[in-house]
Structures are given as C-alpha cells and as structure tokens.
C-alpha cells in the first residue's frame, strides 16, 4: 500500500525523520509531500524544503519527495496514496490532527489517515523551535539532519 506524508517541513527535523523512517517500514511506497501554500510565510521556500528533505534520506532513495498545493486528497490522489500519514507529537497535536483527519475523509472517503507517534526524543522539538535557537546562535545539530544544518545556519547566521 502506498502512504503519502504531508507537511510544511521548514524545515524537515529529526523528528520528521524519525516518522518517515517508521512509515517506509509500515508501508510499500511512501511520498513524502511538501506543501506549497503561499498564504503560509515559510521561512524557506518550497524547493529549498524538498532539497532538505532529498538529501536527509539519500540512504531511502525509494522515498519520492514532492512539493504540492492545495488539498492534501488531491495530492494522494494524484500519486496514487490511499494513506495519510501524520505524526503525533504532545497532546496538543490532538486536535488538531483529528479535525484535520475528519475533514480530509470527509472530503475523500476513500482516503484514511494513520497517525504515528512521535518518539519520545522528539516529542518537544518543532521547526519554529530550531529556528529560534538557531536565531540566537544555539546548537541545532541534535534536532535536525546533518545535511540540513548548513542551510538553516546560512539564513540565520
Ligand atoms: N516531529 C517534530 N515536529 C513535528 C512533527 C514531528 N514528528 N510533526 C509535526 N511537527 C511540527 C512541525 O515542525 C511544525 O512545527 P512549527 O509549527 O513550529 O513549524 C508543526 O508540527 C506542524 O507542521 P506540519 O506537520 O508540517 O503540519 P502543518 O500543520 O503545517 O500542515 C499540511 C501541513 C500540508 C498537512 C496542511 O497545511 C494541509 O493539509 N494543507 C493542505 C490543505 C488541505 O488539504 N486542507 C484541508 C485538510 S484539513
């Protein structure tokens, strides 16, 4: 069965990572698909977002990565994805996983979201908490893939 795992990504962390390591294992296929949504100020553009994630799992070369916009059914739809995967860090990410879950098999019933938990290292980090202490020069190289370090530091050095 083929899986495709939406987000933002900006940028890909370790906890990212850590789901799509354990969703290419659960799954035959797995696309990891960035959002292009030009209503949300991305710190990086799209196609730097997708660089972030191609070279992060250049060991998974099976993985496809791509960008899309609009909804995330049309997206599966179009790459042939029956599962959405999505990770699941404290309990505030409840709520709103669970509107988005209900919303996107209302409007694709033939779509099913699956939700990983987030592992336990990773449970506290987010992309805005990287960028923040990477803003106020803090080390960043424990929450996020190597390859992915010096582009971040090139935008808030
Ligand atoms: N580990 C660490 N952090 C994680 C994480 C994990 N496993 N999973 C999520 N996060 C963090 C991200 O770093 C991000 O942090 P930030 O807010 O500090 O930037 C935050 O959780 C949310 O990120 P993300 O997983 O990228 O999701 P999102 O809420 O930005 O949603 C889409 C992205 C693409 C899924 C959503 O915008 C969407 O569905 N767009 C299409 C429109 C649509 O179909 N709408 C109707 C459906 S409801």
New binding site residues.
């Given amino acids: 069965m083929k899986a495709i795992y939406?987000?933002?990504?900006?940028p890909i962390?370790?906890?990212?990572l850590?789901?799509i390591v354990r969703a290419r294992l659960i799954f035959d296929e797995l696309v990891v698909?960035v959002?292009d949504?030009p209503q949300?100020k991305t710190t990086f553009d799209c196609l730097t977002r997708v660089t972030m994630i191609r070279e992060s799992i250049l060991d998974m070369p099976e993985v496809e990565v791509i960008s899309f916009d609009?909804?995330?059914?049309e997206a599966a739809k179009n790459v042939g994805a029956r599962v959405i995967i999505?990770?699941l860090?404290a309990i505030t990410?409840y709520e709103?996983e669970v509107?988005?879950a209900f919303?996107?098999r209302s409007?694709d019933s033939d779509i099913d979201t699956v939700i990983l938990v987030?592992s336990p290292n990773?449970q506290f980090?987010?992309?805005?908490?990287i960028k923040d202490i990477a803003g106020l020069g803090g080390d960043i190289t424990p929450y996020v893939p190597e390859p992915v370090i010096p582009l971040i530091m090139k935008v808030f050095r």
Wanted: proline residues 3%; hydrophobic residues 35%; aromatic residues 6%.
């Fill in positions: 939406p987000g933002t990504f900006d962390t370790k906890g990212h850590d789901i698909a959002g949504n949300k609009g909804l995330t059914v999505r990770g860090r990410d709103l509107q988005m919303m996107n409007l987030t990773w980090i987010s992309s805005s908490l």
